[in-house]
């Protein structure tokens, strides 16, 4: 995600389509044991090896322990996806305000 936006809120690193923290595609939160990589618009993405964890309406994350996991290549699949899809997603949610 080239264009992003970084921004750091509530202690995570997030990426955004917007300077907006609201406008985040994704972000990274360490955690004890492991790092969060969280999609904000993650229940709609493909996801063939069932990486994404979380039943909420729109979010979903990965459980990253390794480096292994982080150099995963459907990690980065759905990065892309993530990216892709953010200008339509983010449209979605600001129109139901």
């Given at each position: 995600?080239?264009?992003?936006?970084?921004?750091?809120?509530?202690?995570?690193?997030?990426?955004?389509?917007?300077?907006?923290?609201?406008?985040?595609?994704?972000?990274?939160?360490?955690?004890?044991?492991?790092?969060?990589?969280?999609?904000?618009?993650?229940?709609?993405?493909?996801?063939?090896?069932?990486?994404?964890?979380?039943?909420?309406?729109?979010?979903?994350?990965?459980?990253?322990?390794s480096l292994a996991d982080a150099s995963n290549?459907?990690?980065?699949?759905?990065?892309?996806?993530?990216?892709?899809?953010?200008?339509?997603?983010?449209?979605?949610?600001?129109?139901?305000?």
């Amino acid at each position: 995600m080239p264009e992003a936006h970084e921004i750091i809120y509530h202690g995570a690193i997030g990426y955004s389509l917007t300077k907006s923290p609201f406008d985040r595609i994704c972000y990274i939160a360490p955690q004890k044991q492991y790092v969060n990589f969280g999609f904000f618009f993650g229940s709609h993405l493909p996801d063939p090896q069932h990486l994404l964890v979380g039943e909420g309406k729109r979010m979903r994350h990965i459980k990253v322990t390794s480096l292994a996991d982080a150099s995963n290549p459907a990690l980065e699949q759905l990065m892309k996806e993530a990216w892709k899809e953010a200008p339509s997603s983010i449209a979605s949610l600001h129109s139901r305000k």
